[in-house]
């Protein structure tokens, strides 16, 4: 078993040789095989607090165990330390569309396809944002049915209400 530490430190070195992505999901599968991801995650960050992967993968564990408030503040503390890292920022954009912030979702991921120069990951980040974008068309206009059903109710009632009244 690799330490997390080390992980990290190859990790790290693979992004700035312009990494592959299955490099990512190669260091996600050893940080998912700990026995004991958390704790040994908030250990690397509190031993290497100026490391942004170890923020970015602790976000990530807090998230895949739907500890989605400690997964966001993990990945703006990834941010904080690196915030020209495209995948700190997608990360984040996954977590606030979890928390049902998609507009603030459609942000994180438009920033983060800005910082990639990989095409393929540029598309991912562009579907991220059209499918949060048309979750925030899709809620909208279910709030303006919802507005004029109310609205043909309260005309319902009112009329309701004076015809009783001539009764």
Known sequence: MFSLALVCALFSAGVQNDASPSDYLRAQEIFANSSRPIENLRTHTQTFPRDPWGHH???SAFRDLGD??????????AIELDAKQSLNWGLKGAILGSQNHHRAAV??????????DREDVIQHYRTQTKNAE???????????RSWIALTA??????SLAFWLRRI
């Open 153 to 158: 109710g309260l005309l319902i009632a009112i």
């Open 57 to 59: 993968f602790l976000s």
């Open 68 to 77: 989605l408030d400690s997964a966001l503040k993990s990945a703006e503390r």
């Open 107 to 116: 942000d994180a991921f438009r920033r983060a396809a800005s910082l990639d």
């Open 134 to 144: 048309q979750y925030l068309d899709s809620a909208a206009g279910l709030q303006k």
